[in-house]
Structure formats: structure tokens, C-alpha cells
């Protein structure tokens, strides 16, 4: 009862931003596409193509360890790992007698088929949802391809997660290509996604455990998963390749702690985003609402779940349609403007049981809010606790023209999320951009980067050259 009331006064805080807005048709359907994605009730389906990136890569061939990293604040976050030396191709890229890796790559891959269990199921509520880990294993081989400078780190998106990175097709998956071409890859896993739902002192349904937005990230999750890549592999710098968000949270990051541009030799970012002023996605109408919907929230007693476990529970259900665009059988895609048609068909129902993959709605919250500011710049939490928090009213910004660290970025037109100029700001205030290139295909898009047809031949291709050239560089 009490939800229903709840949700009613929330469904008439919205409406009540939406009327006030100019221009109200085309907005007010978005929106009330959100909302009821938002306040949607129902279970959650578990779709049977639901795997994780484990079982994914061992379908495809490839080994995938489990890590789990801890964070200063008690989130356990997983990460991925694809190990050069049991990489199907491998003895193309090691230099090693075949007589020195067989034996102990055999033995691994038993170890990890009896150690991964189950596949993991996003969609139980369980609290418990939990990637087994693979023990911990320093390889010889491994740390001597490591310590080489092959490291590359990619890092998921808005609502994304490491499997981001190889429901592509087999042959166009970057984690198996860049794998393929002997790289030691590791793929993080931000707090809130279905590998990194666990906490030290609180189960996921705790509303404290969703109070978080990419400042967070930023400030513990990107740190301690650098940290443990490096130490697991004692390379001295890895290779950073971001998307989204991964590059939003890679900018706040190195302006906030510049000490860690040390630990990265090279950054590629697939759809960079900080500022976010003129973009086409409908998260800037929810920026006139933000306030109002704090308000509500705090008025109802800290109640986060309220939205989080609503957004959750509605973004699993992914194959509901709005109108006939298909972009709307998922809240990702509506966001970003992803058309299923541009991915590889058979690959579809994979990437729809896996995405998205979890956010929290402060994180939402926090790209609604850069709209209205027109900044990069940290959560704002309200005059007061700004006060509290950092010592003046407003957030303090992320400052990106400190960031030393080499970059190369990639954007396309048809990006909702990405306005080209906040691409070209960004361009002009990183001072080490070795280049910006402009995907030619004029109606790429933000999560194209990760699934069309076309995204080896138009991205990853050049990305190769650009990693190539960066590891005998830097
Ligand atoms: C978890 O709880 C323990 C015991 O109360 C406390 O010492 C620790 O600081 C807590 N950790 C976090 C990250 O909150
Ligand atoms: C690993 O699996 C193979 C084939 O399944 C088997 O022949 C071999 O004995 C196993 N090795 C170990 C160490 O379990
Ligand atoms: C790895 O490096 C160590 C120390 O440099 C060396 O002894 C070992 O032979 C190397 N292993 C391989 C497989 O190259
Ligand atoms: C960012 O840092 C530069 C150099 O330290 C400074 O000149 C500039 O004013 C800063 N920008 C903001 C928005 O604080």
C-alpha cells in the first residue's frame, strides 16, 4: 500500500516537471517511457541466454578468470581476465616452446571449469548474486608477457559491464581480438552491476548500498582495480581503454588523483563523455526533475531502493516495446539510442539478457545534472550539503587539463549521449590528445562502439595500430 502510494506521488512529482516544461509533446512520451520503466512493477525474467563473462569466453574458447578487488568503502567488485597464456592462438604471440605452456594451460582450464560454478543469474534478487572467484594465480608466462607492457584494462559504460566486451560475436568481440593479438586484458566491473553487487556490510537491497554515482567510481573503484591489475601482473603501467562512462570516470579520476596518470601509459576512449550539453538522449529531461526527485526521495525517508530496485527490476525485463522504435525494448538502448539492427542478429537476444546491467539512479542523477550545469563536475547534493561535503556550495569541478596521460578518442554522430562539442571541448581542454577521429559511418552510435557489425572495421582496427604504436612509445 504504502508503495503504490509512493509511487504515486513520484509518477505526480514527474508529471508535474514534465507540464511545466516548453515543447512538451515529443518529451512527454519519453518520459512517461521512463517513468514506467522506472515505477514498473513485476519479476524480473531470466532470460536462458543469460551467461556470464566467464562462460561467454569459454563457449568462444578462451579462458576467463574471476578477481575480486575490494574498495577502500567496502564494495567487492569483480574483474575479468583473459590470460594471454591460454589464449586459443597463444603460441603465435608467446614465443614459447609448446612443450613449456601445454602442460600447465591444460591444468588450468580444469581448474577453472570445476572453480566458476554455475552460471551466474542477474536476474535472482537474491542478495547473494556472486561471481566465483578463481584463485588467485601468478603465472610465469603470464607476468613475463605482462611486464612487456602488454597490459590493457578496459572499463564498461553507463549500465554496461565487462561483458561489454566480448557478446559481439565471437570474431568481432574486442576482448577476444585484442586477447588474439597477445594483449593480457582485464575488463573491470563498476559497483551496482550484476558482478559487483556485494558489499562488506550490506546486501544490495540495502537502500545506503545505492548511494553512489560515478564521484564514487572515480574516487575508490577505478583506484583499487588499477591497483590490483598492476600489482597481479607487476607491470609498471597498463593501458587504459574506456567507454562511456569508463572514460567519464577515467577523467575524474586522473584530474582528482593525478598520481595515478603515472600508472597508465596510453588512453583510448570509445565515445568520451564529461560535459554533456548538447546531447539528444532523454536523460536531459529528466534534469529538470532531479531536484524534485531528491526531494521526494529524502522526504520518503532516504528511500533509494524505491527507484534503484524499481530501475533494476525494470531493466531486466528487456523485451518490452514502446512504439515501434527499436531502440525502446530497453532502457539502455532508449537512453543511448541503440538500434538492435546494427548488431550482429544472432548476438541480439545475448546482448538484450545482458544489458543493462545495473545502475544506480544517483549515477542517472549525476549525467542529468552535468546537462543542467553544463559542467563536469561532482554529485550535486544541495547547498547545504555541498557545505558539508566539499567545503563550498557548489561541487567542485573535475579539472581535465592536468590529465598528462596520452589520448586518443573516437565519437560518432549519431551518439545520443556524446554533443560534438562537448566532444571538441574536451579535445581542446586534454592537453595530450594525440588524435579525435570521427567515426565515418554516419549513424553509429553510442553502444555501437561495443556491438555493430561494423565497429571492428571502423574502430577496432585503428585501435590496434594506435596500442601497437602506443607500447613501443610509451
Ligand atoms: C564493516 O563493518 C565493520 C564492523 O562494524 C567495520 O569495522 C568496518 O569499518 C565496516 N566496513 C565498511 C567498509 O564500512
Ligand atoms: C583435464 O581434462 C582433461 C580432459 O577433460 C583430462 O583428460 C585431464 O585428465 C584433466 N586434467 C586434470 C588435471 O584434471
Ligand atoms: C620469464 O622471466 C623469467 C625471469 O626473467 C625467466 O627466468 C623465465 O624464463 C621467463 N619465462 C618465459 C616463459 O619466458
Ligand atoms: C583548471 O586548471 C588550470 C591549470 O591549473 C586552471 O588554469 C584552470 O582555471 C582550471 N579550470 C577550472 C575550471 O578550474
Not at 547473494?128 to 603470464?142: F, G, I, K, L, N
Not at 531502493?305 to 532508449?334: D, K
Not at 542517472?364 to 550539503?385: I, K, N, P, V, Y
Amino acid at each position: 500500500m504504502m508503495r503504490v502510494v509512493r509511487m504515486v506521488m513520484l509518477a505526480g512529482v514527474m508529471v508535474a516537471g514534465v507540464m511545466s516544461m516548453p515543447s512538451r509533446a515529443p518529451r512527454q512520451s519519453l518520459i512517461s517511457e521512463i517513468l514506467t520503466r522506472l515505477i514498473s512493477s513485476g519479476s524480473p525474467t531470466l532470460h536462458p541466454h543469460v551467461q556470464d563473462t566467464g562462460s561467454l569466453g569459454r563457449e568462444a574458447g578462451y579462458l576467463v578468470e574471476s578477481h575480486t578487488v575490494t574498495t577502500e568503502d567496502g564494495y567487492l567488485l569483480t574483474l575479468h581476465h583473459l590470460p594471454p597464456y591460454a589464449n586459443p592462438s597463444r603460441r603465435r604471440y608467446l614465443h614459447l616452446r609448446e612443450s613449456e605452456t601445454d602442460p600447465p594451460v591444460r591444468a588450468r582450464w580444469n581448474a577453472s571449469d570445476s572453480g566458476e560454478g554455475p552460471a551466474l543469474s542477474p536476474a535472482t534478487d537474491t542478495g547473494e548474486t556472486e561471481v566465483p572467484t578463481t584463485p588467485r594465480y601468478m603465472d610465469q608466462h603470464a607476468s613475463n608477457s605482462s611486464s612487456s607492457g602488454k597490459v590493457v584494462f578496459l572499463q564498461h559504460g553507463l549500465m554496461g559491464s565487462s561483458d561489454n566486451w566480448n557478446t559481439n560475436t565471437k570474431q568481432d568481440s574486442l576482448a577476444y581480438l585484442l586477447s588474439d593479438a597477445g594483449y593480457d586484458v582485464w575488463m573491470g566491473n563498476f559497483r551496482g552491476n550484476i558482478y559487483s553487487r556485494r558489499h562488506m556490510n550490506l546486501t544490495h537491497k540495502d537502500p545506503r548500498f545505492w548511494k553512489f554515482s560515478y564521484d564514487e567510481m572515480a574516487r575508490y573503484d577505478l583506484p583499487a582495480m588499477l591497483d590490483y591489475v598492476l600489482e597481479e601482473t607487476g607491470a609498471r603501467r597498463l593501458h587504459y581503454l574506456g567507454h562511456s562512462m569508463g572514460t567519464t570516470v577515467f577523467f575524474a579520476l586522473m584530474s582528482s588523483q593525478p598520481e595515478y596518470q603515472q600508472r597508465v601509459a596510453s588512453m583510448v576512449a570509445l565515445a568520451p563523455v564529461a560535459t554533456v550539453t548538447n546531447i539528444v538522449s532523454p536523460i536531459k529531461y529528466l534534469a529538470p526533475l532531479v531536484n524534485e526527485l531528491q526531494l521526494v526521495l529524502r522526504l520518503l525517508g532516504n528511500d533509494q531502493e524505491l527507484m534503484t530496485n524499481r530501475l533494476l527490476i525494470s531493466l531486466w525485463e528487456p523485451y518490452r516495446v514502446c512504439g515501434s522504435h527499436a531502440f525502446c525494448e530497453n532502457l539502455q538502448f532508449l537512453i543511448t539510442g541503440f538500434d538492435p539492427s546494427r548488431a550482429d542478429q544472432e548476438m541480439v537476444p545475448v546482448i538484450l539478457s545482458h544489458n543493462p546491467a545495473g545502475a544506480s539512479t544517483q549515477t542517472l542523477f549525476h549525467f542529468a545534472q552535468g546537462f543542467t550545469s553544463g559542467r563536469f563536475q561532482h554529485f550535486d547534493w544541495g547547498r547545504e550539503s555541498n557545505l558539508e561535503r566539499y567545503g563550498q556550495v557548489e561541487p567542485p569541478v573535475y579539472n581535465v587539463t592536468n590529465i598528462n596521460v596520452p589520448i586518443t578518442m573516437f565519437w560518432s554522430l549519431n551518439d545520443w549521449l556524446i554533443g560534438e562539442k562537448d566532444v571538441h571541448r574536451l579535445e581542446e581542454e586534454l592537453p595530450h590528445v594525440e588524435a579525435c577521429y570521427k567515426v565515418s559511418n554516419p549513424i553509429f552510435s553510442h553502444l555501437d562502439f561495443l556491438w555493430a557489425t561494423d565497429a571492428r572495421s571502423l574502430v577496432y582496427e585503428k585501435v590496434f595500430d594506435i596500442l601497437d604504436e602506443a607500447i613501443n612509445k610509451y
